[in-house]
């Protein structure tokens, strides 16, 4: 019989090297997936938003978030912090020195499966 879950050790999961400051590990089944990231200080994510519930977990370094269309709320995370962000929010962050994190979707992130993520993309210095 073969076995019905899926077991991951993340020193086996390939790095995607997305731009020369943001790398990622995805592991993911059919209705939630989970990326292991590192950023590089300086790196900014887009104000976005997306149908997936997220779940951001800071394992080390600063990171800014601004929330909502206006950028109306923001804070600082620090290691040990998580945020939920509902779907549809729409968000924005900046890597205030480098940063180690980890993020939780649900549904997975078909964008980032197909490589159309571009607004990840767009930091390629």
Same mark, same amino acid.
């Given at each position: 019989?073969?076995?019905? #879950?899926?077991?991951?050790?993340?020193?086996?999961?390939?790095?995607? $090297? #997305?731009?020369? !400051?943001?790398?990622?590990?995805?592991?993911?089944? @059919?209705?939630?997936?989970?990326? !292991?990231?590192?950023? !590089?200080?300086?790196?900014?994510?887009?104000?976005?938003?997306?149908?997936?519930? $997220?779940?951001? $977990?800071? #394992?080390?370094?600063?990171?800014?978030?601004?929330?909502?269309?206006?950028?109306?709320?923001?804070?600082?995370?620090?290691?040990?912090?998580?945020?939920?962000?509902?779907?549809?929010?729409?968000?924005?962050?900046?890597?205030?020195?480098?940063?180690? %994190?980890?993020?939780?979707?649900?549904?997975?992130? %078909? @964008?980032?499966? @197909?490589?159309?993520?571009?607004?990840?993309? $767009?930091?390629?210095?």
């Amino acid at each position: 019989m073969s076995s019905l #879950v899926k077991r991951v050790n993340w020193d086996e999961v390939p790095v995607e $090297q #997305v731009t020369p !400051k943001m790398e990622r590990k995805l592991v993911y089944g @059919d209705k939630v997936m989970i990326a !292991k990231m590192k950023f !590089k200080a300086g790196f900014s994510v887009p104000l976005h938003s997306h149908i997936n519930e $997220q779940v951001t $977990q800071v #394992v080390s370094g600063t990171m800014r978030f601004w929330f909502g269309e206006n950028k109306e709320e923001t804070f600082d995370m620090h290691p040990g912090d998580v945020v939920v962000i509902p779907a549809n929010v729409p968000h924005e962050a900046l890597m205030v020195t480098d940063v180690e %994190e980890i993020d939780t979707w649900t549904p997975i992130r %078909e @964008d980032w499966l @197909d490589g159309t993520d571009n607004y990840l993309r $767009q930091n390629e210095d």
